[in-house]
């Protein structure tokens, strides 16, 4: 790809305003959060790159389709639109909404955990998919190729499955305690990955070999649907809807957090091939844990603007800009010499702290350490994926190490210019001219699930 960046494809009709805040201001307000930039209040956040769930932009179409939900308690017609609409996307049977991905996963993970010392297998488990795995009485175990772990090293498809070391760990742990492969597409932990066509096909293969179930966690599905047409031979001339297709027929299971790839600030969705027993098991789940099936915790008008939003979501020129604007941010970095994941992902720029600030080890949260230096310098608000989100190990308790300690910079869809990546940037390099500076943090409170949502943290004297 060429160096140059494509103008937007679409035009600003109504801003939102944001508040600049000061140096001392900044500090003040880290600290009332516990260290833990989750906690800070969004308006004391100049630019808010904590994620891209839910953060993004709706289109003047969304807009008017919200005016249009049924809000019906059982067979609302919002819900036989968005029906439609998931089942052209995916070829599957079974729709169920939820109220994100995190709803689809309390409702699904359990199904398919049928007995104690069971695992999951996946590319990269991410954070919330972790917790339900353990929550469901299940292990995680994760199965990304090497070079994933190398930053520097241009790879196109570093979210791949290791095809080796996945057929190695069914037969250490059994076919039969296998409850699913996981296919995370992008694979964000390795940092906004894709998986290529070949890998997931090869993954299916392996899969029936041993007649175990695969789900794809696909949040980010037709940003990885981008990154196939763009560098995998073969998919050159086909368009977004048949790449995503051909991906689908890979898995039995699609569980997506519609608050990404479905362009929408709120939703989930459980999409089930043709299990009827599954789908029928799910049906019955979702009821105390989401809501009524036709609606899964969602309102009418909010699976009006997802049906629209996940319709966009496979449009080229949108797609092409998202992803130009991660590369702007990354490109602008990698210029000044900051350490980041290369090539950039689809959703974010993850910088590498090991590198930033290796003399924080890895106990003491080294990403975590830069996100707060970058708030502090800008009120630019980071995220971390590293240690600290990975957690603790449940059977002895210790700290997991992870193997990539990143700052996530997640842009949020249609929502900011490239002049604010600038900002951006700047806020970054100067923080990395001072890195040395850098302290580790421990904790001040530690909850016992998901904990870098809430921990509160102080740095280490």
Request: hydrophobic residues 35%; charged residues 25%.
């Amino acid at each position: 790809m060429n160096n140059k960046y494509v103008a937007p494809p679409y035009r600003i009709k109504m801003v939102e305003p944001i508040k600049v805040t000061t140096k001392e201001e900044r500090i003040k307000f880290l600290k009332d959060a516990g260290y833990n930039p989750f906690s800070l209040r969004s308006e004391d956040v100049y630019i808010d790159l904590l994620t891209d769930s839910g953060t993004g932009a709706m289109s003047h179409f969304q807009w008017g389709a919200l005016m249009q939900g049924d809000e019906a308690y059982a067979g609302s017609r919002s819900f036989f639109r968005l029906e439609k609409v998931a089942k052209g996307i995916t070829g599957y049977k079974y729709i169920i909404p939820a109220h994100q991905g995190r709803g689809a996963e309390q409702v699904v993970l359990p199904q398919l955990v049928t007995r104690d010392g069971m695992f999951f297998i996946s590319n990269m488990h991410f954070d919330t998919t972790r917790a339900h795995v353990e929550l469901a009485g299940a292990r995680a175990l994760d199965c990304t190729i090497e070079e994933a772990m190398d930053t520097t090293t241009y790879h196109p498809f570093k979210g791949n499955f290791d095809l080796p070391r996945l057929e190695e760990l069914i037969l250490e742990n059994g076919k039969e305690n296998i409850s699913g492969i996981i296919m995370t597409i992008t694979n964000n932990s390795a940092g906004g990955q894709p998986v290529s066509m070949e890998n997931m096909h090869e993954v299916k293969k392996i899969a029936n070999k041993y007649d175990i179930t695969i789900l794809i966690d696909g949040a980010r599905y037709a940003e990885n649907a981008y990154f196939v047409k763009q560098r995998e031979p073969g998919y050159e001339n086909k368009s977004i809807r048949e790449i995503a297709l051909e991906a689908f027929e890979m898995a039995d299971i699609f569980l997506m957090s519609s608050k990404k790839d479905g362009l929408s600030n709120i939703g989930g969705l459980i999409c089930i091939k043709e299990d009827e027993d599954l789908y029928n098991q799910c049906r019955t789940y979702i009821v105390p844990m989401e809501g009524f099936p036709t609606y899964g915790g969602l309102a009418g008008r909010d699976m009006e603007a997802l049906s629209v939003g996940l319709e966009e979501a496979l449009e080229e020129d949108y797609l092409l800009h998202r992803l130009d604007q991660v590369r702007f941010l990354g490109d602008k970095l990698r210029e000044a010499g900051v350490p980041i994941q290369y090539p950039t992902g689809g959703h974010a720029v993850f910088v590498d702290c090991k590198k930033f600030a290796p003399q924080i080890p890895y106990d003491l949260f080294p990403a975590q350490s830069v996100c707060n230096a970058v708030y502090i310098e800008s009120g630019v608000r980071p995220v971390e994926i590293g240690s600290f989100l990975l957690g603790r190990d449940p059977d002895t308790g210790k700290n997991l190490e992870s193997p990539l300690e990143l700052m996530r910079l997640t842009i949020p869809r249609r929502t900011y210019t490239y002049k604010h990546l600038e900002y951006v940037a700047d806020a970054v390099i100067e923080v990395y001219k001072n890195r040395e500076k850098l302290v580790g943090l421990e904790f001040d409170y530690e909850p016992p699930v998901l904990r870098h949502f809430t921990a509160r943290l102080k740095p280490v004297k």
